[in-house]
């Protein structure tokens, strides 16, 4: 699996970037690829029907419908996000079970920066005392999946108070820096360690 950072880079961008990716790995024209990535403030509507009901007051910050699974979400500075574009074999072909194993390659990741993180039962993501630490949604065309997940890292919080995200109050939401109590975190070792984890525990090995 080919390792690719996008730097910071505009969601429309990515998006666009991505659904190449997806109809290239459909056609065999490349191999798997996990894509890192940070985005400038951007609020995403999943599929979800509630979506729209859950941004209560955007502001000044774009909002984007967008083919994956789940909620409204917020993507901005100091948070990780990955997108693993994977074309699934027979055996792979359980999307919940896709979902699973990458919380798993968070919490590894979490677990070794000395933070207990798990899951809730019933509910998505990564959690942590009762606080959410990472929101993922996927979507799939053709067995190849696209979007991703996203740490908070050291992830300006407030902006989640602008929407329900994932449908929840936005008081839930926290962050790597704010559960260590530090103010300045080495964000290009956790961006290495989290794609390295996530991707192992899809079976993948990073090139």
């Not at 910071?8 to 790995?25: G, I, K, M």
């Not at 948070?79 to 699934?88: M, N």
Request: hydrophobic content about 40%.
């Amino acid at each position: 699996m080919e390792l690719v950072d996008w730097g910071v880079l505009d969601y429309q961008d990515a998006l666009s970037r991505q659904r190449e990716l997806v109809a290239r790995r459909q056609e065999d024209a490349c191999g798997d690829t996990m894509v890192i990535v940070e985005h400038p403030h951007v609020f995403t509507l999943g599929r979800r029907k509630e979506s729209q009901a859950n941004v209560i007051a955007a502001g000044d910050v774009p909002v984007v419908e967008i083919e994956r699974g789940g909620d409204v979400t917020y993507h901005g500075p100091g948070q990780i996000v990955l997108y693993p574009i994977c074309k699934l074999g027979e055996s792979e072909r359980d999307l919940h079970a896709f979902l699973r194993n990458m919380e798993e390659g968070i919490i590894s990741t979490l677990a070794r920066y000395g933070i207990a993180a798990g899951r809730e039962e019933g509910k998505t993501g990564v959690w942590c005392q009762g606080k959410k630490l990472a929101s993922m949604g996927i979507a799939c065309r053709k067995w190849v999946t696209f979007h991703g997940l996203a740490l908070n890292v050291l992830t300006e919080l407030h902006y989640f108070q602008r929407i329900n995200p994932c449908g929840f109050e936005s008081s839930v939401m926290t962050s790597v820096a704010t559960l260590l109590g530090a103010s300045e975190i080495d964000m290009l070792s956790i961006r290495r360690q989290l794609a390295s984890d996530v991707a192992q525990a899809l079976g993948r090995t990073l090139a």
